[in-house]
């Protein structure tokens, strides 16, 4: 697709960061300096500036602070998890910051991109007006021939085999069953969805793909996992018991005019742990892998040409 076509396509990115770490495995290059350099590595190849809403979690380190502000707004949470943030993400840019042709990219602050992934983001939003919800992030396939109230994953991953998959030359996208808390959204789904948004945190466990099935029109939680099955109901695991049961009774009403969440193969970004999950895939889909040591090496040059930090 020519650059061209995307002129009037905006794009809002809304990162949130904070400076804590957890003790997930990482490779060796891993610094949320390198995340950061990436996003604005492949912002830059888009023929119109993102705009740029970075969500801080506490106190950063200066000099990340300090390109933060000269990409976009900065603004200070005292979220603590991310769970607050996201919420607090949702309801900040969800009713009268996007408009109804904006894509808004969530994205969380521990993922390499590659130089194409937001160009590529903003041709599927063009090719693919049907769609609204973007991932670039994870290999899990719906299986759109299924029938009834449960989303079935396809056991082939990715594009493998799937007759529902397009090949538009700059990815091969194909109906996801489910992604993270990154993703992409149109405005206006964005403001209908709203509410689903930030209650599904409350639901405890993997809520990114409960939050991706419900919107999708699949029941997100078996009956059995709905209610803990506890007398002694602290008020959080009660609240979690209430949102997952109304999240069921949501997605059901919602299976007639479902959600399409459209994924890209291959990943087009990373989310930077050592669990080497391309082992798994077949010949053909390792094949499209992207080396992501390189490309990691590659972002660090871009960003001292540039003057970022990237340690």
């Known amino acids: 697709m020519r650059n061209t076509d995307l002129v009037g396509q ?6 949130r960061s904070t400076d804590a770490e957890n003790d997930k495995p990482r490779p060796s290059y ?8 990436s996003i604005l590595r492949s912002a830059e190849a888009l023929p119109c500036s993102p705009r740029f809403h970075f969500l801080n979690d506490g106190d950063l380190p200066i000099e990340r602070l300090a390109v933060m502000q000269r990409y976009g707004r900065v603004h200070r949470l005292s979220g603590g998890s991310n769970r607050a943030t996201f919420r607090s993400a949702v309801a900040c840019h969800a009713a009268v910051r996007a408009g ?3 894509i808004v990219w969530f994205a969380e602050d521990d993922y390499l991109y590659r130089p194409d992934a937001l160009s590529t983001l903003m041709a599927g939003a063009v090719r693919f007006p049907e769609a609204d919800y973007f991932s670039l992030y994870g290999s899990d396939a719906l299986d ?3 029938h009834g109230s449960d989303a079935v994953r396809r056991t082939q991953p990715g594009a493998e085999g799937n007759p529902a ?3 538009t030359g700059d990815a091969i996208w194909f109906p996801a069953h489910s992604t993270t808390s990154t993703f992409g959204v149109r405005g206006r789904a964005l403001r209908e969805d709203a509410a689903l948004l930030r209650a599904m945190p409350w639901t405890g466990g993997a809520w990114d793909t409960a939050t991706c099935l419900a919107l999708q029109g699949y029941r997100p939680f078996p009956v059995r996992d709905q209610w803990p099955g506890r007398t002694d109901l602290s008020g959080r695991l009660l609240l979690r018991a209430l949102v997952r049961m109304g999240a069921n009774v949501w997605s059901s009403r919602r299976s007639q005019r479902r959600r399409v969440l ?3 193969d291959p990943e087009l970004i990373w989310h930077m742990e050592v669990h080497d999950h391309t082992t798994r895939l077949p010949p053909s889909a390792r094949t499209r892998a992207t080396p ?3 490309t990691a090496a590659e972002t660090c040059v ?8 990237c340690a």
Do not use: E, H
């Open 10 to 15: 905006r794009l809002i990115i809304v990162y």
């Open 30 to 37: 891993y610094s949320k300096d390198l995340a950061l350099a």
């Open 100 to 102: 109804d042709r904006d």
């Open 144 to 146: 759109t021939t299924a």
């Open 165 to 167: 998959a397009r090949n």
């Open 262 to 264: 459209l994924g890209t």
């Open 292 to 294: 992501w040591a390189l």
């Open 302 to 309: 871009w960003a001292k040409s540039r003057s970022l930090p």
